[in-house]
Structure formats: C-alpha cells, structure tokens
C-alpha cells in the first residue's frame, strides 16, 4: 500500500507523510525507541522492542508491499518524527472486516498537527484498502489522543480499567475506540 502527502504543520514547517520502506529502518526504530520512552501511554517500552534495524526495514518492507496494511512515517527535515499504521485484525471470514490503527509521535512535535494528519492517512487507507471497521486502544488520560481520535469520528465502545500496567503510575484505564469506514 502506498501513500504519501506534504503538509504544512502549525509552525509553518513541512512534514512528508509517506509510507514507510525498507530503506527508514533504522530511523523508524530510532524513533520507536524515543517516543516510546518519552510517554506512558503507548503500549510498550523501548526495552521491550524485540526488533532490530534489519527487521525494522523488513516490517516497513512488507507493509510496503501490502495491499491493505501500511506503515506511514511522518518526516521533518529528513528525520522520521512519528509513526502510524493500520494491520488487519485477522484474515479469517469473520475478522477480515476490521482493522487496528496505532501511532506515536515524537514529543517534541507534539501539537502541531502531525498526529492528526497521521490519522486521517490512516482512515484514508483502510477505507482504500476496503476495511469496513478501524479501532484503536487508548489510555484514558490521554486527553489530547482522545481529542484527535474523537474530532475524526472515533467512537467509544467500552473501557478495560486495568488495560495497561505502567512502570511508573500502576494500572491504566484504557479505552475502547472505533471508525466506521
């Protein structure tokens, strides 16, 4: 699946949206690493990350390549700032209907328009790619998250009080959103 469009952010500075490849390896796991130890609310820890730059370009690859999954890089200055993508919940009959969506953005880039326009990419995506349903998980304090995913049409469907386990601050609300593509 490919995409890719420039915007204009907040403070006047283009960010590249574009899908990922095998060739931003390295600089989407720099990046995975530094957001994800910038906040609680994402879904793991850089030490947790299983993955090194070669099988970092290989995920981007196969996403690439992919006719209803992708990886998109949100790009400023050369640098990858954040990332977001859409991966079917399953190939089964049954399943094959839905998609999850997941992002990060660095904190230093944090409002000015990157996360939404990662999540508009994304719907725009899994509506190409015939999704009939996107969902996403998010921790509940996550006001600003919550904000985005609200503004683009994202509904909640319920919560899971002890979804996460921090580190740092115990157990996370989490909340259940969902698109109807």
Known sequence: MKYHQVITLKNG???CLRNGTECDGQAVLDNFHLAHGETDYLLSYPDENCFDAMQESQFLKEKS?????IE???VVNHVVVGTAGIEAVGKKYKIRHRAEFGISVAQEFWGLGIGQALTTACIECARAAGY?????????????????YQKAGFVEFGRNPKGFHSRFTGFQEVVYMRLEL
Request: proline share 0%; hydrophobic share 50%; aromatic share 0%.
């Open 13 to 15: 500075i283009e960010c």
């Open 132 to 148: 009939v349903q996107l969902e996403l998980n998010v921790v509940a304090d996550n006001v600003r998250a919550l904000s985005i």
């Open 72 to 74: 998109i890089v949100a």
């Open 65 to 69: 390549d992919s006719e209803n999954e």
